[in-house]
Nanobody, 127 residues
């Protein structure tokens, strides 16, 4: 069974950092494109990052550029979203999504068409 599970969310003060994890089961992530997106209360889903299959390219939303990065640990079949210099407006439920091999991200909103989505993890940025 194909499954994505996010973890690592929590409460953090403005200016702080968090690292979210997206662990896959039922398939191998390393050749898949991965998208991270978020949804704040009362708002539309927003793409944050999309990394292409085989890390061919990474597309990053302007709202998080310079603060968020993505990385893979193929041995653990896990993708990470490192979030630094967090702001209150980053408060949202964060999700990861995966698309089949050989997918090239055209933008951070590519998650919308991806095959597999996780259940999300809540990030709250507040003092």
């Amino acid at each position: 069974q194909v499954q994505l599970v996010e973890s690592g969310g929590g409460l953090v003060q403005p200016g702080g950092s968090l690292r979210l994890s997206c662990a896959a089961s039922g398939f191998t992530l390393d050749h898949y494109a991965i998208g991270w997106f978020r949804q704040a209360p009362g708002k539309e889903r927003e793409g944050v990052l999309c990394i292409s299959s085989n890390d061919a390219s990474t597309k990053i939303a302007n709202s998080v550029k310079g603060r968020f990065t993505i990385s893979r640990d193929n041995a653990l079949n896990t993708v990470y979203l490192q979030m630094n210099s967090l702001k209150p407006e980053d408060t949202a439920v964060y999700y990861c999504a995966a698309e089949s091999p050989d997918y090239y991200c055209s933008g951070p909103d590519d998650f919308r068409g991806m095959d597999h989505w996780g259940e999300g993890t809540l990030v709250t940025v507040s003092s």
